[in-house]
Structure formats: C-alpha cells, structure tokens
T-cell receptor, first 113, second 113 residues
C-alpha cells in the first residue's frame, strides 16, 4: 500500500532553535517528493521538490534531504521564527501513467517566544 | 494575480441540503483538483480535472459531483449533504496533471449538522 508517514505529529520549539521533521514513505515507483507549508486557515504552499537523484535541497532556512534507498526524507528548519509555526506536509508522487500524489498527515510545528 | 480563489470561505448546512463550492484560477493551468482535509489525515483527492472538458474520480468521490465549467473554473457539488462531509475543502491547480507544483486556494470550511 502506498503510504506517507510523518513524525513527530506535533512539535513545540523555542524561537531561534533548529528542528528536524521526518517523512517515511512506501510509495513505489517513486517520482518526486515535496514539502509543503500550511499556515492555519490557509492552503498549503510548496517549499521544496526533490527527485530521485537529489539528496539535498535548500530554500532559505529550510533544507530538505532525501534518501531514496531507505525511502526517508527530512525537513530541517534553521534558526526558527514565530512565522514558522504551521503544519508541514510531506507529499510523495508515484510514477504511473501520470504521477499520483499522496499526502502525509503533516507535522504541526509551534514556535514560541 | 489572485492565484486560486474559492467561495464561500465558510458554510453551515443541514443534513440533506445541497450546495456548490466554487473555485477559479488565473494562472492558465490545465489541471484542477478538489481535496478534503480532515483532522489527523492527509489531504484526500475527491475529483480532478486533467484538462478542460475532462473530470475523473479521486480517492473519495462518493457524495460529490464536479463540473469543469471552463479552463478557469472547477466547481464541487454536494447533492445531499451528510455530517460525514464536514471538512475543509481545498481546490488546487497545476500546469498539467500532477505536473509541477500544485497551487492551493484558501479553503472552504464546511459544517453539516
């Protein structure tokens, strides 16, 4: 079964600290993996996209890694800010006749002063 | 550019009532999608439209119908609302079927009593 799991379910960190969110998937055949940020009451917004051959990709203070062999990805947030408080969703695309997209349940991050 | 817009933002229905959720995009995207988001679960695809004039069922289509009115607009209809359809509904669009980033609207929060 094609699944995407994320951990932790929720996380609280102090402003300025770093954190790492995890994503494990069983989707096969793999096409690409995206991390989305969803602010409360808003739609998700894409942060990064990674294909099979990419190990690391950065977007400002966000750095995503991908290990296609172990089917794991992580999203590292550096020097967190209050505006980083949001849900972070891992989305994996399956290579079929068209790419099928499977969403993870998300990790809720709260950054407190 | 407004991106993806949705109306209404909030709606309360009684069981058995019908309603249509509206979605429009101004990015000249070919593909559009309707998702529902429930607590603790990933976004689930209800219906999608690969291109103007075509629609297909997603993961959870029961109780819903869609219309791709033109390239810009994609509506979701609940013919006879049920409490199980209480959810947040998101419309999204992309260049092609799961091609490139999906851009999401702000969502419609629907409560069925």
């Amino acid at each position: 079964k094609n699944q995407v799991e994320q951990s932790p379910q929720s996380l609280i960190i102090l402003e300025g600290k770093n954190c790492t969110l995890q994503c494990n998937y069983t989707v096969s055949p793999f096409s690409n993996l995206r991390w989305y940020k969803q602010d409360t009451g808003r739609g998700p917004v894409s942060l990064t996209i990674m294909t099979f051959s990419e190990n690391t990709k950065s977007n400002g203070r966000y750095t995503a890694t991908l290990d296609a062999d172990t089917k794991q990805s992580s999203l590292h947030i550096t020097a967190s800010q209050l505006s980083d408080s949001a849900s972070y969703i891992c989305v994996v695309s399956k290579k079929t006749s068209y790419d099928k997209v499977i969403f993870g349940p998300g990790t809720s991050l709260s950054v407190i002063p | 550019n407004a991106g993806v817009t949705q109306t209404p933002k909030f709606q309360v229905l009684k069981t058995g009532q019908s309603m249509t959720l509206q979605c429009a995009q101004d990015m000249n995207h070919n593909s559009m999608y309707w998702y529902r988001q429930d607590p603790g679960m990933g976004l689930r695809l209800i219906y999608y439209s690969a291109s103007e004039g075509t629609t297909d069922k997603g993961e959870v289509p029961n109780g819903y119908n869609v219309s791709r009115l033109n390239k810009r607009e994609f509506s979701l209809r609940l013919e006879s609302a049920a409490p199980s359809q209480t959810s947040v509904y998101f419309c999204a669009s992309s260049r092609g079927l799961n091609e490139g980033e999906q851009f999401f609207g702000p969502g419609t929060r629907l409560t069925v009593l």
